[in-house]
């Protein structure tokens, strides 16, 4: 079959239309949608149409600032001598420090879910948490204790199970 | 409050109007795919419900999203019925509903070319009704059957092939 044959044979099957579902089907489908549009609508706090606009198209931008705000905060710290708490600089001008309460813990701030769209349309969900890292170190001899802590955002892509 | 109700009746009309130009597409494919007519039409509902639901903006979802969603439904669907025994669905299968639409001046070549369409393998049969009626492009295609596009397209011509050489001359 060459190309003119198929492109003749293919509006040939064009020529015929699938057949309509019973009304019933159609009256099932209807009923049911748009699925969860009008829940979501009443549980969502009304909001303006522009910020509603916001939301859904730049709603990706939020976990993406998160993660640059974190990063800035951790290069501060790490970079700027400056800033260093006065526990640490005591700390780093006494002779040799004798840690004998070092506890390490971590704390929840907060958490979100964002969701993104893929150029091909497909919905694509991240999981956001904001921790507080959290570092004590203690000389119960000479009553020193060195706090840190350390804000972290976590974002873990959740792909939806398509196929 | 109005702007409210505004949405929301936008937001039905769009179903409506959208489920108007595709519902009988899907259905055709679902009825390719499900052993009774019963199914065909509950594979239709669930697939469209769950697409659009995982539509994060309410708009609504890419159709090549939808024929995937009711062919894998309908693979679950086969893989648990096959775990009972199969009887009234075989019976069911003897009494296929209509594939295409019944006007009086194409029932003749419908009723042709719906035969010639179940007498192709299944494969052939799926690429030309996500071409020919669900209007997917090849790359939707693929995506949908889980194949290289390049595939789609070869067996797609080779689906046409043979669909031709099982149809009367008259028609084909």
Redesign the interface.
Do not use: K
């Given at each position: 079959?060459n190309e003119n044959e198929?492109e003749l044979?293919?509006a040939?099957?064009?020529?015929?239309?699938?057949?309509?579902?019973?009304a019933d089907?159609?009256a099932?489908?209807?009923a049911?949608?748009?699925?969860?549009?009008?829940r979501?609508?009443a549980e969502r706090p009304?909001v303006p149409?522009l910020r509603a606009w916001w939301l859904?198209r730049l709603?990706w931008l939020v976990p993406a600032a998160a993660v640059v705000i974190a990063a800035l905060g951790v290069w501060r710290v790490r970079l700027s001598p400056a800033r260093v708490s006065w526990q640490t600089r005591a700390a780093a001008v006494a002779p040799a420090l004798k840690a004998d309460d070092v506890r390490i813990g971590r704390e929840l701030i907060s958490e979100f879910d964002a969701?993104a769209?893929l150029p091909?349309?497909?919905?694509f969900r991240f999981r956001c948490c904001q921790w507080m890292d959290e570092v004590i170190v203690g000389d119960k001899a000479r009553g020193i204790v060195i706090e840190q802590r350390t804000p972290r955002v976590e974002v873990v892509p959740v792909r939806?199970e398509?196929? | 409050m109005n702007g409210g109700c505004q949405r929301e009746t936008t937001a039905q009309s769009d179903w409506e109007q959208w489920l108007a130009r595709h519902a009988p597409g899907l259905l055709l494919y679902a009825r390719q795919q499900a052993r009774c007519e019963a199914d065909a039409q509950d594979l239709v509902q669930e697939a469209v419900v769950e697409s659009w639901r995982r539509q994060a903006d309410g708009a609504p979802p890419p159709l090549g999203f939808v024929f995937a969603t009711i062919r894998r439904r309908a693979v679950d669907l086969a893989r648990s019925e096959d775990r009972r025994a199969g009887r009234e669905t075989v019976a069911m299968r003897e009494t296929p509903a209509c594939w295409f639409d019944s006007a009086v001046e194409e029932r003749e070549r419908s009723h042709l070319i719906a035969e010639a369409m179940r007498n192709l393998p299944e494969l052939y049969r799926e690429v030309i009704t996500l071409k020919v009626w669900g209007g997917l492009t090849f790359r939707e295609i693929a995506k949908a059957l889980e194949i290289p596009a390049n595939t789609a397209a070869s067996r797609y011509r080779y689906a046409l092939v043979e669909l031709r050489k099982r149809m009367p001359e008259t028609i084909a």
């Open positions: 079959m198929q044979f293919e040939e099957l064009r020529r015929i239309s699938p057949a309509r579902p019973p089907l159609m099932r489908l209807m049911a949608g748009p699925p969860d549009m009008m979501h609508e009304v149409g859904v709603g969701v769209r091909s349309g497909e919905p939806f398509t196929y | -």
